[in-house]
């Protein structure tokens, strides 16, 4: 590694993390450090840089500030709408889903029958008021089916 | 072993994705997480841009305000740290191109009436703290002196903990030019500092 090298990768990610105690030294740039007395002045030189900039120039805002943003929040963020591709398939999978448990728990193979449940289980999809747990759940295994 | 950068990222990545999504089904702990985090990254931002007392305090409850209602919009391609800071930005820009606040508002950086840092560690004595206090004053007018290309990027670098990568994509140049604009701004703060 030359000192070139060594300098230009001060910046890098896993170096700041070293600054900060939060990973060990790359292996290279220590060893380089092992060897060049100017390398490892410029290590601690921009690792005490790091300290009092990030220091110095965060402040913090007072507790009022903290309980009028807190206030002005509204409740829930808005929801994005969501694709209408999303939404015709998921009325189409709950559309199938309401013909099979048709078929399997009232025994019914009229057409007239699939027609009503797949009616009731596309309506039930598109209506539905919430998303609740168990629904994402479903939907989510209905996703590899 | 120590984790991978990229892998370190992916996982800093999901956090802030969970955290928005809670955020959106009106989690009151993450909304209170949300400020608590990102807040004071919105506040300094803007008291580094050079705004003061209530402007202020309106332009950053604005930021957190936006990011708040554009979190459904947040996918997760960069740390929410870096995707507040730069919607931060981009505020503080608007703020001074608003043809009734284009004069420099009152109390710059560099003012001592500007009060800085308001939490310090409670470990430390009083003493210790008015040295630090004096310390990060110092530094934080130095900084504000500094030329514009090497105080955006040691701004973005320092302050908002944006990597390399992230702060060359935001101001559009290579990164070896962030790295020289970050390697002459500490040249240049360390000479300020030394002379006073």
Known sequence: MTCNHFLDRLYDDPVRAAFRGESAVPPDMASHMLDCRSCQAAYHAAADDDRLLTRAL?????????GAVLKRLPLRS???RRPWIATINESLA??????AASNVLLNEHSAIGYVVAFS???????????????VLLLRRSLRWV | MPTKPDETGAQANAEDVDLAQRCQRGEEDAQRSFVH?????????????????????DVSQQIMLDAFRALPAYRGRSRLSTWVYSLALRRVADHFRAPQ???????????????VSQVRSEALAPDEQ??????????A??????????????????????????????FKIPEGTVKTRLHRGRRLLRNELGES
């Open chain 1, 94 to 99: 709950w559309g199938v889903l309401a013909i």
């Open chain 1, 120 to 134: 009731t289980g596309s309506a039930a999809a598109l209506l539905r008021p919430t998303r609740t747990k168990p």
């Open chain 2, 101 to 115: 606040r284009r004069e420099v508002p009152l109390g710059s950086p560099g003012d001592d009436s500007v009060p």
């Open chain 2, 130 to 139: 008015a040295i630090k206090c004096d310390e990060d004053r110092r530094v």
């Open chain 2, 37 to 57: 985090r990102f807040g004071a990254l919105a506040y300094s931002v803007c008291r580094r841009s050079g705004l003061g007392g209530a402007d202020c305090d």
């Open chain 1, 58 to 66: 965060r402040e913090v805002p007072s507790p009022a500030w903290h």
């Open chain 2, 141 to 170: 007018r130095a900084v504000a002196r500094l030329p514009e290309p090497e105080r955006g990027v040691v701004l973005a670098y320092y302050l908002g903990e944006l990597s390399v990568l992230e702060i060359a994509r935001i």
């Open chain 1, 78 to 80: 808005p929801v994005l």
